[in-house]
């Protein structure tokens, strides 16, 4: 357990239906990520945030990905109209920057999303 | 094209026997390479490197890093079965500041057998 845990562990949704995702990062954490990670391949950059900002989003996150972190704790990743390639499953990973220096990032548990 | 190449992609092993994880790299604007095991969940954290020739050493397991070729290598040594696992390694891009966004290889499956 590294301390970041993610909630739900698994989903499983109609294609069409909006999910909605948790992440609630080691609590000193300033810096929290989203990956997305399919079977065989190593996990992919969505966006991520520090605090409440989101500083970088990746080509991946299509319109119909948003994500927030609104008081720079806890943070969701919404899913619209999902469709069978959003399977998958869904990484958060905190880290700490601190004067410049940003300290290894670790992760939480994932959430599991299979679209059928 | 891909960033962050590890080989080989699987290997199976003996208990007791030594196993060399390679991962090369290509990334304009480096900032550290990562590597994490990841077994039936998420990646854990083994090593961040940032200089060259300067060996992480935790237990059985060494890493070290060659910036002018690019690339890291992950030592296991006296590998039991516990240690099988997906090893990923991950390169930090920056773009100034301290972005973090990191790359990942495809990962290196390694099955160790009693």
């Known amino acids: 357990d590294t301390g970041v845990s993610q909630d739900p562990r698994h989903k499983i949704t109609k294609r069409g239906q909006n999910v909605t995702f948790r992440c609630d990062p080691i609590s000193e954490h300033n810096r929290l990520y989203w990956y997305r990670q399919t079977l065989g391949q190593g996990p992919e950059f969505l966006t991520y945030f520090q605090n409440e900002a989101q500083l970088e989003k990746s080509r991946l996150l299509s319109d119909r990905f948003s994500a927030e972190r609104p008081k720079g704790s806890f943070s969701t990743l919404e899913i619209q109209r999902t469709e069978q390639g959003d399977s998958a499953m869904y990484l958060c990973a905190s880290s700490l920057v601190l004067a410049g220096v940003l300290y290894e990032q670790y992760f939480g548990p994932g959430t599991r999303l299979t679209v059928t | 094209e891909d960033k962050v190449v590890q080989s080989p992609l699987s290997l199976v092993v003996h208990e007791g026997d030594t196993v060399t994880l390679n991962c090369s790299y290509e990334?304009?604007?480096?900032?550290?390479l990562l590597w994490y095991k990841q077994e039936k969940k998420a990646p854990t954290f083994l090593f961040m490197l940032?200089?060259?020739?300067i060996e992480k050493k935790s237990g059985r397991l060494s890493s070290i890093l060659d910036k002018k070729e690019l690339f890291s290598i992950l030592n296991i040594t006296a590998t039991q079965t516990g240690d099988s696992a997906v090893y990923l390694c991950a390169v930090e891009e920056t773009y100034g500041g301290s972005q973090g966004n990191l790359i990942f290889g495809k990962g290196t499956k390694l099955s160790v057998k009693p």
């Open positions: 940032t200089s060259s020739g």
């Open positions: 990334v304009t604007n480096f900032r550290s």
